[in-house]
């Protein structure tokens, strides 16, 4: 009984959380059954370059129109879901952007500030030609 119900509290640790990011295993998963690149963000709620990130790249259109042709996550690291992203891939800094092959391997990092759309579209664009992209 007790190794039926440490099997369900892994399990329910596991899960994908509906208010939150999905485990980082789950969203290497997602990326590779919608046959898209993984693209990763790593960011605090103190960080000033991560603000300015939100603020001003994300929104961009551009920015949009690009991110609908890979899957984006963004990853708080000091909550749990984050925590534990953030431990598996070693971050240190914030911001920090990863490309992540459908194995779960680390493609291509990124560490510091997006400031500028133009900055963040050159890095997506690098991730989709090592990546691949649909299309």
Not at 74 to 87: L, N, P, Q, S
């Amino acid at each position: 009984m007790k190794l039926l119900l440490a099997a369900s509290a892994l399990l329910a640790a596991c899960a994908t959380t509906n208010d939150g990011p999905p485990w980082l295993f789950h969203a290497v998963g997602q990326a590779r059954d919608a046959h898209k690149p993984l693209v990763v963000e790593f960011y605090t709620k103190w960080c000033g370059p991560c603000q300015t990130f939100e603020a001003k790249v994300l929104p961009d259109p551009r920015v949009q129109e690009q991110l609908s042709r890979v899957m984006f996550v963004r990853y708080d690291a000091e909550e749990r879901v984050g925590r534990d992203a953030a431990a598996r891939c070693r971050i240190n800094a914030y911001p920090t952007f990863l490309g992540i092959d459908r194995e779960g391997t680390i493609r291509l990092l990124k560490k510091g500030a997006q400031d500028t759309p133009d900055d963040f579209l050159e890095f997506l664009k690098q991730t989709q030609r090592v990546l691949g992209s649909p299309g």
